[in-house]
């Protein structure tokens, strides 16, 4: 399933980036938000962009070293 042009990684990494510039400023670390960024970053360097929300645990699934899931 393809995500639809507002809801692409790419625009999504965007709001991820004003939450952590905003935990930032007022001091706040989101770690969480932070591993999300790190996951998004990941799947647009791997083509992944428009794939929807399996993306995230394909990525968690490469940074553990485990081959992706078929399907």
Avoid at 16 to 44: C, E, H, M, W
Avoid at 60 to 69: D, E, I, V, Y
């Amino acid at each position: 399933m393809a995500l639809s042009s507002s809801c692409r990684l790419s625009n999504i990494i965007n709001s991820n980036n004003l939450i952590l510039q905003t935990s930032t400023d007022v001091r706040a670390p989101l770690s969480y938000a932070s591993g999300l960024r790190d996951k998004f970053l990941a799947a647009i360097a791997n083509k992944l962009e428009t794939k929807d929300c399996i993306t995230i645990y394909e990525i968690t699934r490469m940074f553990a070293g485990l081959k992706k899931s078929s399907g």
